[in-house]
């Protein structure tokens, strides 16, 4: 699907033929990561996040902090980026990708791998934080660059969005939790037509109000409060939003593949990059493994946690050209240079570690992770899936 999008932008005859438009292609992208995340949170078991909150708390902060950190002073000295632009480089790379991370975690709990100790409720949970801290300090640091706001006020910014995105999830979890009531036909149908509505309503909304980073978490956080109130009940709900994540799972890699222009790519930046990613990766490794290492995890759990938390695709694509953006709508030149590099080393993210990290995470998982058999009622929650998504379509 990468690939795809990729070949679209970059061939010369089928980029004349196919117009992609900036405006649908971020709209469409949302839309895919308020149901990447709604599912996030509708498969998140409360007692396991109970259990490793703190630990979700290191896991989330921690190797962030710490590659923006790295890949800040390595970049400063290797592409000789000033250090404003450095740490900018740093956060726009620091960033977990939900599109990868969230679809694996789910796949591997259907299937009873790390349920047992948590392993893809954490994941998931410090996934959203993850990203909102990146984006913060990406934030702080553009307004450093370019001398906008101050910085507490863009710290103050950041946490704003944690705290209005928790707050906002809260209040529409509570919601849905009362809405529609029990004794509703096509009560599935109906819950999930709301939960998703208000979802993508919460992802565009924090944009329009410049407040990026609060809407996912605003998502996750009424999603799982919402599936809390349902209990057994959400089962169905969550098998019609794979139905509709089976949809806009293309849309979203494919888009994200679209964003890339290899033209743009300079060799010199290219192999300077790839050092500079590289270097980052392997802290962040390190980094994830030790803040995991009192969590009460093997040594095998460790080493997939670690692994899991490499992939970026979706943070990167979403800010990766916003600092080059910027400079050109000032008219700097050395800025727009810089601008460059940051957009060159997010592409390589992208192309390097998306592919390679799903890959991995598919593979480690049944081989690290311990599975715990349950006879559930999965194929009961399908099949009633199924049958709303038949009302559905008969009332279409």
Same mark, same amino acid.
């Given at each position: 699907?990468?690939?795809?999008?990729?070949?679209? /932008?970059?061939?010369?005859?089928?980029?004349?033929?196919?117009?992609?438009?900036?405006?649908?292609?971020?709209?469409?992208?949302?839309?895919?990561?308020? +149901?990447?995340?709604?599912?996030?949170?509708?498969? *998140?078991? #409360?007692?396991?996040?109970?259990?490793?909150?703190?630990?979700?708390? $290191?896991?989330?902060?921690?190797?962030?902090?710490?590659?923006?950190?790295?890949?800040?002073?390595?970049?400063?000295?290797?592409?000789?980026?000033?250090?404003?632009?450095?740490?900018?480089?740093?956060?726009?790379?620091?960033?977990?990708?939900?599109?990868?991370?969230?679809?694996?975690?789910?796949?591997?709990?259907?299937?009873?791998?790390?349920?047992?100790?948590?392993? #893809?409720? &954490?994941?998931?949970?410090?996934?959203?934080?993850?990203?909102?801290?990146?984006?913060?300090?990406?934030?702080?640091?553009?307004g450093i660059a370019f001398s906008t706001g101050s910085t507490?006020?863009?710290?103050?910014?950041?946490?704003?969005?944690?705290?209005?995105?928790?707050?906002?999830?809260? &209040?529409?979890?509570?919601? &849905?939790?009362?809405? #529609?009531?029990?004794?509703?036909?096509?009560?599935?149908? $109906?819950?999930?037509?709301?939960?998703?509505?208000?979802?993508?309503?919460?992802?565009?909304?924090?944009?329009?109000?410049?407040?990026?980073? @609060?809407?996912?978490?605003?998502?996750?956080?009424?999603?799982?409060?919402?599936?809390?109130?349902?209990?057994?009940?959400?089962?169905?709900?969550?098998?019609?939003?794979?139905?509709?994540?089976?949809?806009? =799972?293309?849309?979203?890699?494919?888009?994200?593949?679209?964003? +890339?222009?290899?033209?743009?790519?300079?060799?010199?930046?290219?192999?300077?990059?790839?050092?500079?990613?590289?270097?980052?990766?392997?802290?962040?490794?390190?980094?994830?493994?030790?803040?995991?290492?009192?969590?009460?995890?093997?040594?095998?759990?460790?080493?997939?946690?670690?692994?899991?938390?490499?992939?970026?695709?979706?943070? =990167?694509? @979403?800010?990766?050209?916003?600092?080059?953006?910027?400079? /050109?709508?000032?008219?700097?030149?050395?800025?727009?240079?810089?601008?460059?590099?940051? *957009?060159?080393?997010?592409?390589?993210?992208?192309?390097?570690?998306?592919?390679?990290?799903?890959?991995?995470?598919? *593979?480690?998982? #049944?081989?690290?992770?311990? /599975?715990?058999?349950?006879?559930?009622?999965?194929?009961?929650?399908?099949?009633?899936?199924?049958?709303?998504?038949?009302?559905?379509?008969?009332?279409?």
């Open positions: 699907m990468l690939l795809a999008g990729l070949l679209l /932008r970059n061939l010369p005859y089928v980029t004349d033929a196919v117009v992609i438009s900036s405006h649908w292609s971020a709209a469409l992208r949302n839309v895919a990561l308020s +149901i990447i995340l709604t599912r996030a949170g509708l498969g *998140l078991d #409360p007692s396991a996040l109970r259990r490793l909150k703190s630990v979700c708390v $290191r896991v989330a902060v921690g190797p962030c902090v710490v590659e923006a950190c790295v890949v800040a002073v390595v970049s400063h000295f290797l592409l000789e980026l000033p250090w404003a632009w450095s740490f900018i480089l740093g956060f726009v790379l620091a960033a977990v990708s939900p599109a990868v991370v969230v679809p694996s975690m789910l796949l591997l709990q259907t299937e009873g791998y790390g349920v047992e100790k948590g392993i #893809p409720t &954490l994941l998931m949970a410090a996934g959203s934080f993850d990203d909102v801290l990146a984006i913060t300090g990406f934030s702080t640091c553009l507490w006020m863009n710290i103050l910014k950041g946490l704003l969005e944690v705290g209005g995105g928790v707050t906002a999830g809260l &209040l529409l979890g509570c919601f &849905l939790s009362l809405f #529609p009531s029990n004794d509703q036909e096509d009560l599935v149908l $109906r819950r999930t037509l709301m939960l998703l509505g208000l979802s993508t309503f919460s992802v565009f909304c924090s944009h329009a109000v410049g407040f990026a980073g @609060a809407g996912g978490l605003c998502t996750l956080v009424l999603a799982f409060l919402a599936a809390l109130s349902w209990k057994a009940d959400k089962g169905p709900v969550a098998a019609l939003m794979g139905r509709a994540w089976d949809v806009f =799972q293309p849309l979203l890699f494919g888009l994200i593949g679209a964003e +890339i222009t290899i033209s743009s790519l300079s060799g010199r930046t290219v192999g300077l990059g790839v050092a500079c990613l590289t270097v980052g990766l392997l802290v962040r490794l390190l980094v994830t493994f030790l803040l995991v290492h009192f969590g009460g995890f093997s040594l095998k759990e460790k080493v997939f946690i670690a692994l899991a938390w490499l992939p970026k695709a979706t943070v =990167q694509a @979403a800010i990766g050209s916003k600092a080059l953006d910027m400079a /050109r709508e000032e008219g700097a030149e050395a800025s727009a240079g810089f601008g460059l590099d940051v *957009l060159t080393l997010a592409v390589l993210a992208i192309l390097i570690t998306a592919p390679i990290g799903a890959l991995g995470i598919g *593979l480690a998982g #049944p081989r690290l992770l311990a /599975r715990q058999v349950k006879g559930g009622s999965e194929g009961e929650d399908a099949d009633r899936g199924s049958d709303a998504l038949g009302a559905l379509e008969s009332k279409l």
